[in-house]
Each structure stands twice: as C-alpha cells, then as structure tokens.
C-alpha cells in the first residue's frame, strides 16, 4: 500500500519561507511523477507544481512561478517544496500526491493522480 505523508507546514509570516517535505513507502517511488496540490477554504483544490519521474521535468501553476521550487529524492523517496516570498493567498492545506509512472511531464488534473496524502497546513499571515 502506497502511503505519503506531508510535514514542514506551518504558520509564517508574508514574505518568508518553507520548505514542504513528502515522504512516501509501499510501491516505487522513483518510477512516478509528482504532484503539490493545494485548497483553500471554499476553494477547490489546485495543482501547485509537479515533477516528473526523473525529477528533469518540472512544471508550475502561475500564481507560484519563481517563488516555488519542486525536486525530489528518489534515493530518499522524497519530495520537496520549496516555498519563498510567501504571501497570504498561498495560505491553505497541502497536499502531494503521486501521479502517472514514467510521466515526463507531472500532469495538472488532480484526476491523474491515484495515491494523495494526508495534507499540510500552511498559513501566511499579512
């Protein structure tokens, strides 16, 4: 059974930082591209970044373009997020999830996505 669990969310201030963590086990992490979802309250969740199986592909949503960074480490069956020049809109529950195997490019479609996590809170005040 494939299990993710997110953690480094919490409460920053605008402008600052985090850096998310996904740990995953059961299956084969490295053979899948990546996903970071979030949802706001009364919002519907939305792609944030993906990277692909290989970790040479990443892709991002709009709204965090430069001030978001995905990677991963298949050695450690991991993937980050990093997260600088935080702003209150970003504010919401993360989650990562794992999309399509072999995937070059993470899809945006939480549809694509089989296996999700738990989430991560992430607030940013103003």
């Known amino acids: 059974q494939v299990q993710l669990v997110e953690s480094g969310g919490g409460l920053v201030q605008a402008g600052g930082s985090l850096r998310l963590s996904c740990a995953a086990s059961?299956?084969?992490?490295?053979?899948?591209?990546m996903g970071w979802f979030r949802q706001a309250p009364g919002k519907e969740r939305e792609f944030v970044a993906g990277?692909?199986?290989?970790?040479?592909?990443?892709n991002y949503a709009d709204s965090v373009k430069g001030r978001f960074t995905i990677s991963r480490d298949n050695a450690k069956n991991t993937v980050y997020l990093q997260m600088n020049i935080l702003k209150p809109e970003d504010t919401a529950v993360y989650y990562c999830?794992?999309?399509?195997?072999?995937?070059?490019?993470?899809?945006?479609?939480?549809?694509?996505?089989?296996?999700w996590g738990q989430g991560t809170q992430v607030t940013v005040s103003s």
């Open positions: 999830a794992r999309g399509g195997a072999l995937a070059t490019m993470a899809p945006r479609d939480t549809l694509r996505y089989d296996y």
């Open positions: 990277i692909s199986w290989s970790g040479g592909n990443t």
């Open positions: 059961g299956g084969t992490f490295k053979s899948y591209a």
